[in-house]
């Protein structure tokens, strides 16, 4: 890798050829967080996955945000590479944008407030944007959204999204605006990484981390926009803001099928499936 | 075959009056089924009353002079660390900035996790049979409209005198609610709100004890003086 050349270590650039030849003297520098060009080149690429089939690849910062558009059936792994990553995630259908994300619904019609592997993560609109297909982590939640501006300048003196501690919420909004999308289009988010307990008499016990490089899988059971804040949990104990990379790789895959022990795994998710497929077959989408 | 959706009168009916005292600043009842909102000001205090018993009040607010503010299930149990409003839970904004605050309750915990009921949800929750039942969503878009709001504003709301319990394994439901006729809460409004309520038309769970019934909604405001008719 080459190091980063950073802020202010500037060359010659007094003229045009000499500011253009020191911008191209830049483009091989390599940093931890980046997007790799093309997918198929990713030197992360998980083990197992043809990477010709690899459609995204990306460590995202801690903190950071991310955003993509991708087809149904794609397979869409998050790492957290340092245990200390908190991917805070908003899915759309990507033909109507306003069919988005019900974390209500995601956790009522499976009876389960806990995600983890076959929880499909449900619309508004009584149909899955996507499933949780693999979980290495099991540490995740479905209650507490993300951070504010205001919690940020309370808690760590700043929120902004310029800021060394950005908010999830500030983030998301900048995701959201790259999508097209407002502030009316960010419903509560969940979180993968960062586990959420509720006790007995309702208290929010916060279980954390699960450790470095563990995983989810996502599968886009339909053409999905997913908006992606990489920043630390609200509940988070630590001091200090405490933020790793998040590594993201997405392949073409298989949507959900009956051959799946999810498709049927209560009445409610195979009607889930259903109304999905319904959705699907009527819009020419296979 | 008759089918009866609600009950609009009862013996066992109980109208209540306001938690907090002061003018009344409006006074409504909500019909069974239907849906209800109004600005309320700042300083002003919210009643609502469960005239029949365990009716779910599905209720979203916003920020009246900015809408894209709203209620935020996230970020109210966050500021208080615990999944049940109870007296004294601050009802936050997406912004982290408190909106209302329960003033008053008299059931033992309210939910704010069971989110609303739709057509759509009721066709996976129940079948397709519930495809054409009459829901909350129903009622949210159509009061929303009147203020500009539309699909792309619903989030996740509360669910006043609705018993939903998480289990230690993660199980969450609606069951039998905790609620009775002339039960209420009282909300304070912390800023110019707006309020949206709908009277939940769902008869396929208990969150309505299979019956839908009235709400009244009181607003008093408790800096101004008690006329005769109102102390009465
Ligand atoms: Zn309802």
């Given at each position: 890798m080459i190091e980063d050349l950073g802020a202010g270590r500037r060359a010659r650039t007094r003229t045009l050829a000499e500011a253009r030849a020191d911008a191209h003297a830049r483009a091989d520098v390599r940093v931890e967080a980046m997007p790799y060009l093309p997918a198929s080149s990713s030197p992360y690429a998980p083990v197992g996955v043809d990477t010709s089939r690899i459609v995204w690849a990306e460590t995202v910062g801690g903190p950071g945000y991310t955003h993509a558009t991708l087809a149904r059936g794609t397979r869409i792994r998050f790492e957290d590479t340092d245990g200390h990553a908190c991917a805070h995630v908003v899915v759309f259908n990507a033909d109507r944008h306003g069919e988005r994300l019900n974390l209500a619904d995601t956790q009522k019609v499976p009876w389960q407030a806990y995600l983890g592997a076959g929880h499909p993560l449900l619309s508004g609109d009584g149909r899955v944007l996507a499933t949780v297909a693999a979980d290495t982590s099991t540490r995740h939640d479905a209650l507490c959204g993300v951070t504010t501006l205001a919690a940020n300048r309370r808690r760590y003196g700043a929120g902004e999204a310029?800021?060394?501690?950005?908010a999830g919420r500030e983030l998301l909004r900048l995701a959201a605006a790259k999508e097209g999308l407002g502030a009316r289009d960010l419903p509560p988010s969940v979180s993968f990484f960062k586990g959420v307990r509720v006790e007995p008499d309702g208290a929010l016990e916060w279980t954390g981390s699960a450790g470095p490089g563990v995983t989810v899988d996502l599968i886009a059971e339909m053409p999905i926009t997913i908006l992606v804040a990489n920043a630390p949990h609200p509940l988070d104990p630590e001091d200090s803001y405490r933020s790793t990379p998040l590594r993201i790789h997405a392949w073409t895959a298989e949507p959900s099928s009956d051959?799946?022990?999810?498709?049927?795994?209560?009445p409610e998710r195979a009607r889930a499936y259903a109304n999905t497929q319904q959705y699907l077959t009527a819009r020419g989408i296979r | 075959m008759t089918v009866t959706w609600a009950t609009y009168e009862a013996d066992y009916f109980d109208y209540s009056g306001p938690m907090v005292p002061g003018a009344v600043v409006l006074d409504h009842e909500i019909a069974p089924r239907s849906g209800w909102s109004a600005v309320v000001s700042a300083g002003t205090v919210l009643t609502l009353v469960d005239v029949g018993g365990n009716q779910s009040g599905d209720c979203l607010i916003y920020a009246a002079a900015d809408t894209t503010e709203r209620y935020s299930v996230p970020d109210t149990l966050v500021a208080q660390r615990n999944a049940y409003l109870v007296e004294g839970s601050v009802l936050m904004s997406?912004?982290?900035?408190?909106?209302?605050?329960?003033?008053?309750?008299?059931?033992e915990r309210q939910d704010t996790i069971g989110g609303a009921c739709s057509k759509e949800s009721n066709t996976l929750r129940y079948g397709h049979h519930t495809r054409f039942h009459h829901a909350c969503r129903e009622n949210f878009l159509l009061e929303g409209a009147r203020h500009g709001l539309g699909a792309r504003d619903l989030v996740s709301n509360i669910n006043w005198f609705m018993n939903v319990p998480v289990e230690a394994d993660g199980t969450l439901g609606i069951v039998d609610g905790m609620s009775a006729p002339g039960k209420r809460v009282a909300l304070r409004a912390e800023r110019d709100v707006l309020v949206v309520i709908s009277n939940c038309p769902q008869v396929n769970n208990p969150c309505n004890d299979f019956n839908p019934t009235p709400l009244r909604v009181i607003v008093t405001d408790p800096s101004a003086s008690v006329s005769e008719t109102d102390r009465r």
């Open positions: 310029h800021s060394a501690t950005p051959r799946d022990p999810w498709w049927s795994g209560s | 997406n912004e982290g900035r408190p909106l209302m605050t329960i003033v008053g309750n008299e059931v």
